[in-house]
């Protein structure tokens, strides 16, 4: 009998055993926990739900769980909540009548469940898991600045992106243009892993790593950091980036700058430019435009070569090779022309014209040029323009028509493209002088510097009457003029200064005048003349008012006579008579004379008489 017992008890507890894993219906499961949501640094708000479906309870045990360890945070006794030692002992507290337990501080490590349970036997406890939530800081992008060239057999890293400090793991998206890229075997990888900072945030690096072609040499890289938050999902992106991408040089050609006609004294730059990165190593050929060979070759490593000043020598055929030092492969570009516009020196015939006065002269100018020229003749001295040509006729010279002549050759296609030469005509004749007298105003016992000039040809001399240090400057090769330095002496104010020029032909003399300096009024003491001078005139002014007012109001009546009296008292009628004579003009008597229509007596003089008696 038993082992028949032992063969059921086995069974029954086999039953048993397979009811709890099939789950059958009327057993009790374990409710889902219910979800609160926090970002880091803030409070936590844990609610018991016990305290709702039993009522006032007086003692409730908050548990935290931790892989599937419980571990006692907090006591509610009565109403009075007590916290244990351990890593919340000074983050918990006590809300809503002890219904609610208050975390602050929330960190990563808070990200687990949290449960209430009361006193009684079986009671039934209350379960909530607490999710935490960090958003990541701003996404740090870092290219490629090595390059990847295109003839790579597998992806090459292009950038790496990293997402600092976030809860939790967020994700990476990687864009081209705008535009998300995938995986995609040998053609696209994205590398990503994180790394558990102290705080418990995570730090994400993703490496895009890709094969690129020519095209992508422009493309715009960026990464883009998926996050979510208790108020929703949001996002992240970094700046853009593009990444060198080298690919070998299929086509070189050449440029010049400046654009357009080219003349001597510009500076010019001989550009030879590559499709391909890095730009091959180049050098350019000058050649001969008849028989095509190299004249000479220079190296330049930056592609440019400056011609300055350009000259027409640089004229030629020019042509770059460009050497992709990768497939050591030499790719020449088209051969160019350069045409350096020029303008040759002036020839003047003849180149020193020497002429009698009354004779004629024809003076001819020639000159070679790239381009069609135009001819004119200046006067030197004024700039007037005498002719439009290469020749100049010259008839019945007089002794003014010696000096300079300018030749302008220039290119009227070409702004600034010209030459000029100049020649001085020499008309024969004795020294001519640029005044005869002059008058110079001196200080006694002073030095004084006095010049003379004269011209004619030969080249006069100059010489002075006076014993004293001169100095000779030669001005053209017709004109000289002659500074002396000279002590001004009472003798020399009587007798003067003179210049004498000469040459084989003639002399002549010129005369400086010495006088002293007048002395004028100082400054000050003309200012108090002016300030009297306008004193007076207000005085006038004012008292010829102050009579015409008085005339105006009767107070001083005048009659036809001219006779005016003037009440006094009567003690004194017969003491005073005062004559007043006058020689102004009649139009100057007009405050005197009464009304307009008052007529001056035939013999009337113009005497007037005030009668100081009554």
């Given at each position: 009998?038993?082992?028949?017992?032992?063969?059921?008890?086995?069974?029954?507890?086999?039953?048993?055993?397979?009811?709890?894993?099939?789950?059958?219906?009327?057993?009790?499961?374990?409710?889902?926990?219910?979800?609160?949501?926090?970002?880091?640094?803030?409070?936590?708000?844990?609610?018991?739900?016990?305290?709702?479906?039993?009522?006032?309870?007086?003692?409730?045990?908050?548990?935290?769980?931790?892989?599937?360890?419980?571990?006692?945070?907090?006591?509610?006794?009565?109403?009075?909540?007590?916290?244990?030692?351990?890593?919340?002992?000074?983050?918990?507290?006590?809300?809503?009548?002890?219904?609610?337990?208050?975390?602050?501080?929330?960190?990563?490590?808070?990200?687990?469940?949290?449960?209430?349970?009361?006193?009684?036997?079986?009671?039934?406890?209350?379960?909530?898991?607490?999710?935490?939530?960090?958003?990541?800081?701003?996404?740090?992008?870092q290219a490629n600045a090595l390059g990847i060239p295109v003839n790579?057999?597998?992806?090459?890293?292009?950038?790496?992106?990293?997402?600092?400090?976030?809860?939790?793991?967020?994700?990476?998206?990687?864009?081209?243009?705008?535009?998300?890229?995938?995986?995609?075997?040998?053609?696209?990888?994205?590398?990503?892993?994180?790394?558990?900072?102290?705080?418990?945030?995570?730090?994400?690096?993703?490496?895009?790593?890709?094969?690129?072609?020519?095209?992508?040499?422009?493309?715009?890289?960026?990464?883009?950091?998926?996050?979510?938050?208790?108020?929703?999902?949001?996002?992240?992106?970094?700046?853009?980036?593009?990444?060198?991408?080298?690919?070998?040089?299929?086509?070189?050609?050449?440029?010049?700058?400046?654009?357009?006609?080219?003349?001597?004294?510009?500076?010019?730059?001989?550009?030879?430019?590559?499709?391909?990165?890095?730009?091959?190593?180049?050098?350019?050929?000058?050649?001969?435009?008849?028989?095509?060979?190299?004249?000479?070759?220079?190296?330049?490593?930056?592609?440019?070569?400056?011609?300055?000043?350009?000259?027409?020598?640089?004229?030629?055929?020019?042509?770059?090779?460009?050497?992709?030092?990768?497939?050591?492969?030499?790719?020449?570009?088209?051969?160019?022309?350069?045409?350096?516009?020029?303008?040759?020196?002036?020839?003047?015939?003849?180149?020193?014209?020497?002429?009698?006065?009354?004779?004629?002269?024809?003076?001819?100018?020639?000159?070679?040029?790239?381009?069609?020229?135009?001819?004119?003749?200046?006067?030197?001295?004024?700039?007037?323009?005498?002719?439009?040509?290469?020749?100049?006729?010259?008839?019945?010279?007089?002794?003014?028509?010696?000096?300079?002549?300018?030749?302008?050759?220039?290119?009227?296609?070409?702004?600034?493209?010209?030459?000029?030469?100049?020649?001085?005509?020499?008309?024969?004749?004795?020294?001519?002088?640029?005044?005869?007298?002059?008058?110079?105003?001196?200080?006694?016992?002073?030095?004084?510097?006095?010049?003379?000039?004269?011209?004619?040809?030969?080249?006069?001399?100059?010489?002075?009457?006076?014993?004293?240090?001169?100095?000779?400057?030669?001005?053209?090769?017709?004109?000289?003029?002659?500074?002396?330095?000279?002590?001004?002496?009472?003798?020399?104010?009587?007798?003067?200064?003179?210049?004498?020029?000469?040459?084989?032909?003639?002399?002549?003399?010129?005369?400086?005048?010495?006088?002293?300096?007048?002395?004028?009024?100082?400054?000050?003491?003309?200012?108090?003349?002016?300030?009297?001078?306008?004193?007076c005139i207000l005085v006038l002014a004012v008292l010829g008012a102050?009579?015409?007012?008085?005339?105006?109001?009767?107070?001083?009546?005048c009659g036809r006579s001219g006779k005016q009296e003037i009440t006094?008292?009567?003690?004194?009628?017969?003491?005073?008579?005062?004559?007043?004579?006058?020689?102004?003009?009649?139009?100057?008597?007009?405050?005197?004379?009464?009304?307009?229509?008052?007529?001056?007596?035939?013999?009337?003089?113009?005497?007037?008489?005030?009668?100081?008696?009554?």
């Amino acid at each position: 009998m038993g082992l028949p017992r032992l063969i059921c008890a086995f069974l029954l507890y086999a039953c048993c055993c397979c009811r709890r894993a099939a789950g059958v219906p009327g057993e009790a499961e374990q409710p889902a926990p219910e979800l609160v949501e926090v970002e880091v640094g803030s409070t936590a708000l844990l609610k018991c739900s016990l305290f709702q479906s039993q009522g006032n309870l007086s003692h409730v045990d908050w548990f935290s769980v931790h892989k599937e360890k419980r571990v006692l945070i907090f006591r509610v006794r009565q109403g009075q909540g007590q916290s244990e030692p351990g890593e919340y002992q000074h983050r918990l507290s006590l809300q809503d009548r002890g219904a609610t337990l208050a975390l602050t501080q929330v960190t990563p490590h808070d990200e687990r469940i949290f449960l209430c349970q009361g006193k009684r036997p079986r009671s039934q406890e209350h379960r909530i898991q607490l999710r935490v939530y960090k958003a990541p800081e701003e996404p740090n992008i870092q290219a490629n600045a090595l390059g990847i060239p295109v003839n790579s057999k597998e992806p090459s890293e292009v950038a790496t992106c990293v997402g600092r400090n976030g809860y939790p793991i967020p994700q990476v998206i990687w864009y081209k243009n705008g535009r998300p890229l995938k995986e995609e075997k040998n053609r696209v990888h994205i590398q990503s892993s994180q790394t558990v900072e102290s705080s418990g945030l995570y730090t994400l690096q993703s490496i895009l790593k890709a094969q690129l072609v020519k095209e992508d040499k422009d493309a715009q890289f960026y990464c883009e950091l998926n996050y979510r938050l208790p108020s929703g999902n949001h996002m992240k992106e970094s700046r853009e980036v593009t990444v060198p991408v080298f690919y070998p040089t299929e086509k070189v050609w050449l440029e010049v700058e400046p654009v357009g006609m080219l003349k001597e004294g510009d500076r010019v730059e001989i550009r030879c430019l590559a499709d391909g990165n890095p730009p091959p190593h180049f050098s350019i050929s000058k050649q001969n435009p008849s028989t095509r060979e190299a004249e000479e070759e220079t190296t330049v490593d930056n592609g440019v070569l400056v011609l300055e000043p350009a000259r027409k020598e640089h004229s030629g055929l020019y042509e770059c090779q460009g050497l992709d030092l990768d497939t050591m492969i030499s790719l020449p570009s088209e051969a160019q022309e350069l045409l350096v516009n020029y303008v040759s020196d002036i020839r003047v015939s003849p180149a020193d014209p020497e002429r009698q006065e009354g004779s004629s002269l024809t003076l001819t100018c020639e000159a070679e040029s790239s381009q069609a020229l135009e001819f004119q003749w200046l006067r030197e001295e004024t700039g007037q323009v005498l002719e439009r040509g290469s020749v100049l006729q010259l008839h019945n010279l007089k002794r003014e028509a010696g000096g300079g002549y300018r030749c302008v050759a220039s290119v009227p296609s070409i702004p600034g493209l010209n030459r000029t030469q100049l020649v001085n005509v020499a008309i024969f004749g004795p020294p001519w002088m640029a005044f005869k007298e002059r008058k110079v105003w001196v200080k006694e016992n002073t030095v004084l510097n006095l010049s003379c000039e004269a011209s004619g040809h030969p080249r006069p001399t100059i010489s002075w009457n006076v014993n004293s240090t001169a100095s000779e400057q030669d001005q053209d090769p017709q004109r000289v003029l002659s500074t002396l330095n000279v002590l001004v002496t009472a003798e020399l104010l009587k007798t003067g200064v003179e210049c004498t020029a000469s040459n084989d032909l003639g002399k002549n003399t010129s005369v400086l005048f010495l006088e002293l300096e007048r002395k004028l009024p100082e400054p000050e003491s003309q200012g108090v003349v002016i300030v009297a001078v306008i004193v007076c005139i207000l005085v006038l002014a004012v008292l010829g008012a102050v009579l015409y007012f008085l005339y105006k109001k009767g107070k001083l009546p005048c009659g036809r006579s001219g006779k005016q009296e003037i009440t006094l008292p009567p003690s004194r009628k017969s003491e005073l008579v005062v004559e007043v004579k006058s020689d102004k003009l009649p139009e100057e008597m007009g405050l005197l004379q009464g009304s307009s229509s008052d007529k001056r007596a035939p013999g009337d003089q113009g005497e007037k008489y005030i009668d100081l008696r009554h």
